[in-house]
């Protein structure tokens, strides 16, 4: 739940709540203290950097119901300025602020679960989320502050205000109408239960998802079915299995989930029957115990209800009216348009993988399973290209990577990037950090300062905690903790702060991180969401940093992944962990063919996925008639290769889409729409050269800078001088320009045994 983030249903408060202005008539100061109680609200305090210990478990609900109380009395006063007195000050911008103030502390929250997760605050939050989205739910519904607001915008409009301001207003009204504002009594009160029930449903799914890969495991006895497995791995898997079964007759060997993907055990593992066990295991990760179909159901239910209440055919008419798309049935018709386009190019992949597979075998009727392809897909790179993940690795160091992606942020936008030492200390401990160090939530969190290279203007900071753990959410993500503000006579201001999540590869056997190239293009493509609010000048919060639709947001992140890729700076980047010697030519060209090869297997993946989302939000009634794992079947039966396996379905952990309100529910079709604007951006990033600092300055001035100030197909015209074109992306995956063809394809064409 976001407060700030206008494309976030959020959500909203335990309490009964009557209108707004009616809760608290006798509050004179707005941020005063509750009346019974004068204690420290840790939750609520806008330090910078964040002192984490103070945030203890025992204090969210008490700083959160005090959040809304002092939110509810800030908001009741822009209900009571008179006419006369009205200002952009004491109406928008108040509102603005109110808004602001409790989605910092509700951030801090919601950190916490991400980061730290226990049985602890899992019953704090399962009490305080549900009073937040109520709360959220009633800010829109309250008829004097409705009425305040719409007031005020009239009584404005001779007022000189900003381009900006203006713009807050409008998308504020807009918002409030979203929200229910002029619908009657009832259906407002069942849009509060909504809220409220999506609030508490997505945080139980959200939950499942952690306590499944929590309590998975995989377990064999049989060490010829290890054949591949780097030792590491199997030293660790054979100490888990020990101490998990201390009288066991025979070793065995024990994997975890995080361990599954980091060791790459579906990529290494040679035997069939091992990989087939362990695909079947993990894709079974969402039923039985941790069946996350019934709350699938209840969600897509409640946002069905939700849409039809406003008045909309499906919940994707109602959340894509404001996306650059514009409507349900032109995301549809991008994503089918995309399948096609791609289709050809999925299936013969799959069958030349099955083709490479048969004649590795010595069986030309050989069939290609889901087990399979990321293991033969493995080999047929080693084969083609003399190219391995564990060959690069040694090369990527978490560092150097690190180091690189900040010398290229400098060269592109002229900031620096420097590291402060941490502390870890225990909550609730009393103890302060060392003078000059930042405290952190835990002892492998990292801390950097963000500065102007000219000016030295400290403009930013931000955490970084990348390696597993099982107290924290899967994925990665970069997150506003706080945005910037300026110094007042009340409070000293600061700079922008913000935290870069992930699960990449953790040191291994006293050597440090050694990532995968997936892994390092995380690192940037999370550091692009990073630099979107860093440079952030916009002074509405509502419309600041990363606050823009979901088809827009990933284009930051999704162009700085291309530095990543630029052959020069790989090789500058790219030093062996022990020699320092830089990564040889041969493994830098096999890295840039590999990226080609299989790319509509990739770009596929996302498409089915992105299909199955609008699916079912913009027709549930397929869910009501049809088991989830037999929908995918009904919904992609025309790109399905894997027809004879009975797959779950492809939905059943995605926590983008059922972990929150709204997330990307109807949005995930946005990765490829946003592929396509940060693939045209790049161009022109070629065009003049990957370091112009004309071009860069233009992004970072037009885009960057600018959040959801303007509307994003603006923002983005102003930049390229254009509308998007899709020509960019489709030559990126060789899907229209036949001279960028997967290199594989050509190699593989006429040398294998067909299909019996």
């Known amino acids: 739940m976001k407060f700030r983030f206008p494309f976030t249903v959020t959500a909203a408060l335990l309490l009964t709540l009557c209108p707004l202005h009616a809760l608290d008539p006798a509050s004179s100061s707005p941020d005063a203290p509750a009346p019974a109680t004068r204690e420290v609200h840790p939750f609520l305090e806008s330090s910078f950097p964040v ?13 959160m119901e005090e959040a809304i109380r002092i939110t509810r009395s800030r908001l009741d006063a822009i209900g009571r300025v008179p006419v006369e007195n009205m200002t952009y000050a004491n109406t928008f911008g108040a509102y603005d602020a109110a808004i602001a103030f409790i989605d910092e502390a509700e951030t801090k929250v919601s950190h916490l679960t991400n980061v730290c997760d226990s049985d602890a605050i899992r019953e704090a939050t399962a009490k305080i989320m549900p009073e937040l989205a109520v709360f959220s739910s009633a800010i829109n519904k309250d008829k004097r502050l409705w009425n305040a607001l719409k007031t005020a915008s009239e009584h404005l409009q001779k007022a000189n205000l900003t381009p900006e301001q203006i713009r807050f207003i409008n998308v504020t009204l807009k918002n409030f109408r979203d929200g229910g504002a002029d619908m009657p009594e009832e259906i407002q009160k069942r849009l509060e239960d909504i809220d409220r029930e999506l609030s508490e449903t997505t945080r139980q799914f959200g939950n499942i998802l952690l306590d499944s890969h929590a309590a998975w ?11 591949g497995i780097d030792h590491d791995t199997l030293v660790r898997a054979e100490k888990r299995y020990a101490q998990h079964h201390p009288n066991a007759p025979r070793k ?6 995080d361990n599954i993907t980091s060791a790459n055990l579906m990529v290494k593992a040679e035997n069939e029957e091992f990989r087939r066990n362990l695909w079947e295991k993990t894709a079974t990760a969402y039923t039985g115990k941790f069946n996350t179909e019934p ?3 209840k969600i897509l239910k409640l946002r069905e209800e939700k ?18 798309t514009g409507s349900s049935k032109a995301g549809l018709d991008f994503v089918n348009d995309l399948i096609d386009k791609a289709k050809p190019h999925y299936f013969t992949d799959l069958e030349n993988l099955r083709a490479y597979k048969a004649a590795k075998t010595g069986n030309n009727n050989a069939i290609l399973h889901p087990w399979d392809t990321a293991y033969w897909s493995a080999r047929q790179k080693e084969e083609l290209f003399h190219y391995s993940e ?24 002229g900031i620096t990037i420097t590291e402060r030492p941490t502390e870890y200390i225990e909550p609730g401990s009393g103890a302060a950090p060392t003078p000059g160090s930042i405290e952190v939530w835990h002892p492998q969190v990292r801390f950097f300062d963000v500065a102007d290279e000219k000016s030295n203007e400290h403009i930013g900071s931000f955490y970084l905690d990348i390696y597993p753990r099982l107290s924290k959410r899967n994925g990665a993500w970069m997150g506003t903790i706080s945005l910037a503000r300026p110094t007042t006579s009340d409070s000293p201001g600061h700079p922008h702060l913000g935290l870069i999540g992930a699960n990449v590869r953790g040191p291994v056997g006293g050597n440090p991180a050694l990532l995968t190239p997936a892994n390092a293009k995380t690192l940037f493509h999370e550091f692009g969401h990073m630099l979107h609010l860093l440079f952030s000048k916009v002074e509405t919060s509502a419309l600041a940093g990363t606050a823009v639709p979901r088809d827009f947001v990933e284009l930051p992140s999704q162009l700085m992944e291309n530095w990543f890729w630029e052959p020069d700076l790989l090789k500058d980047m790219a030093k062996h962990y022990k020699t320092g010697q830089p990564i040889p030519d041969k493994l830098l060209l096999s890295m840039q063919n590999v ?14 996925l992105g299909k199955m989302d609008l699916a079912l939000h913009l027709n549930p009634d397929l869910l009501r008639k049809t088991p989830l794992d037999k929908l995918d079947k009904a919904v992609l039966n025309d790109i399905l290769y894997y027809k004879d396996v009975a797959l779950p379905s492809v939905v059943r952990g995605s926590h983008h889409l059922f972990s929150n309100p709204v997330g990307y529910a109807s949005f995930y079709f946005s990765y490829k729409w946003a592929e396509i604007l ?36 603006v923002l983005f015209k102003n930049f390229m001088g254009r509308d998007p074109n899709p020509d960019a992306m489709l030559r990126k995956y060789g899907i229209i320009d036949e001279e960028q063809q997967n290199p594989a394809l050509t190699l593989l064409r006429n040398n294998l045994p067909p299909r019996e």
Request: charge should be positive; glycine fraction near 4%.
């Open 678 to 713: 940060e693939a045209d951006a790049f161009s022109k990033f070629k065009h003049d050269g990957i370091f112009n600092q004309a071009t860069a300055q233009s992004f970072r001035t037009n885009i960057l800078e600018k959040g959801y100030s303007s509307p994003p197909s």
């Open 217 to 227: 495991n995989f377990t064999t006895t049989r060490e010829n079915e290890l054949k």
């Open 252 to 257: 065995g060997w024990q994997f975890t989930w």
């Open 390 to 413: 564990e060959s690069v690795t040694p090369y990527l160091p978490a560092d150097a990577v690190l180091n690189g992606l900040f010398s290229i942020a400098n060269r592109l936008y």
């Open 307 to 324: 849409a039809k209440l406003m008045g909309y055919d499906s919940f994707s008419d109602f959340i894509l009216k404001d996306s650059m």
């Open 595 to 608: 990226r080609k090869y299989h790319a509509a297997l990739n770009f596929m993946r996302q498409l089915m």
């Open 51 to 63: 002192a984490w210990s103070k945030l203890t478990l025992d204090k969210i609900v008490p700083d």
């Open 295 to 297: 709350l699938i159901k």
